[in-house]
């Protein structure tokens, strides 16, 4: 899984002029750096720069080579060979490494079969063509075919229904058509949610099967040339991809919230509650045009309408299908490299940076581009190690299996590991596969201040400026008007809050540990995404061509990772925290607000038969169904909270300009306390049916996958309708937030601004 970023349109030109030109980096010691002394500060710039001279985008290239020649999922051979190979990587560099093996359920098609058995006959490919240019894709022994990872056995046959992109909301759509999906299969193009979330909800609707399809207009030649002329996905490219109910837990299904150990107790996967319900298979646009074709039925709402030359209809039927689906439910060893280097003050203190290196295929931007990034790093501070620098706290680098299935690589070792990783991990820094572009980042705002003054001192390669000033140009010029308005005020940027998608998630989330996840792109947008296709030939043909955004995305967590792992105070703050918070306070209110005004609007319209009076009489459209008002909720618990925030985080960022005249024992106090804050930000029981997910402010939506939902139990429980949850929810984050400020005030009364209550 990868990050994506907003497309936006640049001139290619200056791009390329400008690509080599890269201005004298002279570090200047009288820039400010959060948790060091001015007189370190200069020291640190000076290591960094000598990191920076260390990287090698050859390096980069050579390594996604190799890495990329095979295809490598999970059980794969040449899977482990990856694994062995940066294994003796890690190890000839000096670190301490090995390889922690966890066995989790991997399901791999054993038949699968798509065909229309009327009006007419017509039997699925479900093949993506090999071209000639692109040698790889010709490896079709060694590739996964095109499927859907945790779908379920099944062999159904039934009228299809167009269901948009399978979100709860397209379903209020159809039943206004008088169209129910109970004992049908349904077909969704992609995009608008995550993939699973469109099986997950068409069988709690009763549908028993789903196809889902890319578009054209969406990811296709609407968008440009088609592979291999151009980047974007033709008529034969498939998106593989899980469909574990991630929402509720990531990992090994069978070995739900512990590890995945060769001993470890297993459920029955017939009755594991994260794999999929009903059978599912992803197809590409070749396929899916047969089959849209024969469908008849009321045309699809305008908004839904894709790219192929036909009349969507939304059905049911007359198009019926076969879908007969049947895996291999078999368990595999998962290879997780972690390789360390200890801190010579505070061995016990790691900064954790990762990034996995299993793929659906060949895998070169998904995760090859991140991995050899991580690999460099590992590199040149193994070459600082050598002049005899060593880092005041460990640094862990770990290579991450089993991502694209469900997490399973990380989930299962954080698990495994999770009492030592809460005491011992200060921050999780994850990247996944990396583009050419603008800054995209997100994680913890405890290290909002401190990642500004990371994307500050990186330069951007293609434009001579930092690559925080090129994210704020970007933001200035086509970000939205509440983007712009940040952009314009000059305070730092803003960083995204964390859903799910790759490995930080266990990490961040169950575990509670600082986290976050970098990459470039906007520049590179393609189709290639979980296909055959995405391979070398591709990447450097169409992505970061000459690994220049790689080499970036090194100096940018290298400096992460040197900068936590000697900083005298470690660099958490707390205002950006608090004043994001509020901010999802203001918003879960609003929405609430706004809920109330939109239910009472059309309750009234539903009442004064409006709907009927607009509907053609010839067409079914009936009015929406009546909701129940929404009551007024008692918000003042979260204020009241977010009030005592604010003060305490204001008090402890004002301490902590004088930290450097702490003693040594204070300073271990402090930072012990700093790191730990985001454990806090926990709650035992975890939110509402999935206790897995822990963390108060952060989590993916139930309903949208990797889109994130902060304040997530109130936000959900409002937009669910769930009234008394929603108080509740109120409450129990309030208690949350309450716990974690006694925190920042015990912090603050290290530094000598407050004294503890
Ligand atoms: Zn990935």
């Known amino acids: 899984m990868l990050l994506r970023f907003t497309r936006q349109s640049f001139f290619l030109l200056a791009g390329l002029l400008l690509s080599h030109y890269s201005p004298a980096q002279a570090p200047a010691p009288t820039k400010p750096l959060l948790g060091f002394a001015p007189a370190q500060a200069s020291a640190e710039y000076t290591l960094e720069s000598q990191f920076d001279a260390q990287l090698k985008a050859d390096n980069l290239r050579e390594w996604m080579k190799k890495l990329a020649a095979q295809p490598h999922h999970v059980g794969s051979p040449y899977d482990r060979e990856n694994a062995r190979f940066m294994a003796s990587l890690f190890k000839s560099w000096g670190y301490d490494t090995r390889i922690d093996t966890s066995y989790v359920l991997f399901p791999t098609p054993k038949i699968r079969v798509l065909e229309l058995v009327s009006p007419t006959a017509f039997k699925a490919g479900l093949v993506e063509a090999p071209v000639k240019e692109d040698p790889v894709s010709k490896q079709t022994r060694e590739q996964l075919p095109t499927y859907n990872c945790f779908s379920a056995d099944g062999d159904v046959t039934a009228e299809l229904v167009f269901v948009n992109y399978g979100v709860p909301s397209d379903y209020e759509e159809l039943e206004r058509r008088g169209i129910d999906v109970k004992g049908k299969i349904v077909i969704a193009k992609y995009g608008g949610s995550w993939r699973g979330i469109k099986p997950k909800v068409a069988a709690e609707k009763g549908a028993i099967g789903c196809i889902i399809y890319s578009d054209p207009k969406d990811d296709g030649y609407a968008q440009g040339d088609v592979y291999p002329k151009g980047p974007f996905k033709n008529e034969t490219m498939v998106q593989r991809g899980s469909v574990l109910d991630m929402p509720v837990a990531p990992g090994d299904p069978l070995t739900p919230g512990y590890g995945a150990t060769k001993d470890a107790k297993r459920l029955d996967y017939k009755s594991a509650p994260t794999i999929m319900k009903i059978p599912v298979q992803p197809i590409s646009y070749a396929d899916a045009l047969p089959l849209l074709k024969a469908m008849g039925g009321p045309m699809a709402p305008a908004a839904w309408r894709g790219g192929l030359p036909i009349a969507y209809r939304l059905g049911p039927g007359p198009a019926k299908v076969h879908l007969k689906l049947t ?311 979260l204020e009241n909270a977010l009030l005592r925030l604010e003060k305490s985080a204001r008090e402890y960022d004002k301490g902590s300009k004088k930290e450097s005249s702490l003693s040594d024992a204070q300073k271990l106090e402090l930072n012990l306390l700093l790191y730990q804050t985001e454990r806090y930000l926990l709650s035992e029981t975890g939110l509402p049916r999935r206790p897995w997910f822990k963390h108060q402010i952060y989590a993916p939506g139930f309903y949208t996958g990797y889109g994130v939902k902060t304040l997530p139990g109130i936000r959900e429980a409002i937009e669910e309708r769930k009234w008394t949850e929603a108080d509740q929810q109120i409450r129990s984050t309030a208690a949350t937030l309450d716990r974690f400020t006694d925190q920042v005030d015990k912090a603050a009364a290290i530094t000598g601004q407050v004294s503890v209550k």
Request: charged share 25%; hydrophobic share 35%.
């Open 327 to 637: 895996f291999d439910w078999k368990t595999e060893p998962v290879y997780n490299i972690i390789a360390t280097m200890k801190g010579s003050e505070f061995p016990d203190q790691w900064i954790m940076r990762g990034n996995h290196h299993d793929a659906w295929v060949n895998g070169a931007a998904d995760p090859v581009s991140g991995m050899v990034a991580v690999l460099e790093e590992a590199r040149a501070l193994s070459e600082l190690a050598k002049t005899g620098w060593k880092p005041k706290r460990t640094i862990v680098f770990a290579a991450w299996d089993g991502e694209e299935p469900g997490l399973l690589g990380s989930t299962e070792w954080v698990e495994t590991n999770e009492q030592l990783l809460k005491k011992n991990v200060v921050a999780y820094l994850n990247t996944d596969g990396n583009g050419r572009g603008f800054l995209g980042a997100g994680g913890s705002h405890t290290l909002e201040p401190f990642f500004n003054q990371v994307a500050r001192d990186v330069t951007d390669p293609e434009k001579g400026i930092s690559i925080l000033e090129r994210r704020r140009a970007a933001n200035l010029v086509n970000g939205s008007p509440e983007a712009r308005q940040e952009a314009q005020s000059g305070t730092d940027m803003r960083i995204e809050a964390l859903g799910s998608g790759s490995d930080y998630t266990s990490f961040l989330q169950h575990a509670g540990i600082a986290a976050m996840n970098v990459g470039f792109g906007g520049e590179d947008a393609g189709g290639d995404y979980h296909s055959v296709y995405d391979s070398y030939e591709d990447y450097v043909k169409f992505k970061d061509t000459d690994f220049a955004y790689g080499v970036a995305l090194a100096k940018t967590m290298g400096r992460c990772v040197l900068r936590l792992a000697n900083a005298d105070v470690l660099p958490f703050s707390f205002q950006s925290f608090s004043n994001t918070v509020a901010r999802y306070g203001s918003e879960v209110k609003k929405l609430a607000e706004t809920m109330r005004a939109e239910t009472d609007r059309q309750n009234q319209l539903i009442q004064d038969k409006r709907y009927d009076s607009v509907a053609d009489p010839k067409e079914t459209l009936l009015p929406p169904t009546r909701k129940e008002p929404v009551p007024y909720l008692n918000f003042s618990p």
